[in-house]
């Protein structure tokens, strides 16, 4: 190869590895419109969550199996895990079921947590505007379904 096409294809190389730079640089920016980012998180937060109480409670379940396989049958060891994960069964019943009963009143999207360690109960719904009326109507539904003192039922409306 003589001297002039190695000159001829290196510069070639060049050009395409700038024009590369370039089409990585124009595509892969970001619009900086911080209204679109509060939207898609918005938009994304109650299945980020639920995908993520989902996991944890596997996980939770899981370490509860292991210490119940393990531990001598009749042992305070064993019947502290299973206690434990009866509670956990349950109050993750109890999320759902409220989850549902709100929804069916005509709530877009909520996400319900019960404390594990404490009687605490939140409530966070997807709604632009939450008036009174609808918040005695959930804390009702909390209310008939499970013992709740008023002062621990936090309802929180996301828009």
Same mark, same amino acid.
């Given at each position: ?8 294809? !290196? ?16 595509? %892969? ?17 109650? %299945? ?39 509670? !956990? ?11 549902? !009963? ?27 505007? !939450?008036? %009174? ?27």
């Amino acid at each position: 190869m003589t001297k002039k096409k190695k000159i001829i294809i !290196l510069s070639c190389m060049i050009a395409l590895l700038g024009v590369t730079a370039i089409f990585n640089f124009v595509l %892969t920016a970001t619009p900086t419109n911080n209204n679109a980012g509060a939207v898609v998180t918005t938009a994304n937060y109650f %299945t980020q969550y639920r995908s993520e109480r989902v996991t944890n409670r596997n996980e939770e379940l899981l370490q509860l199996d292991s210490v119940i396989a393990s531990a001598e049958q009749g042992s305070a060891e064993h019947s502290e895990a299973l206690t434990m994960k009866v509670e !956990l069964v349950e109050m993750t019943e109890k999320e759902m079921l409220l989850e549902s !009963l709100i929804k069916a009143c005509g709530f877009e999207d909520v996400v319900v947590v019960i404390g594990l360690e404490s009687d605490s109960v939140n409530v966070i719904t997807k709604s632009a505007d !939450l008036t %009174t009326d609808d918040a005695i109507m959930i804390y009702t539904i909390i209310e008939e379904e499970m013992v709740a003192s008023p002062e621990n039922v936090k309802i929180i409306p996301i828009s």
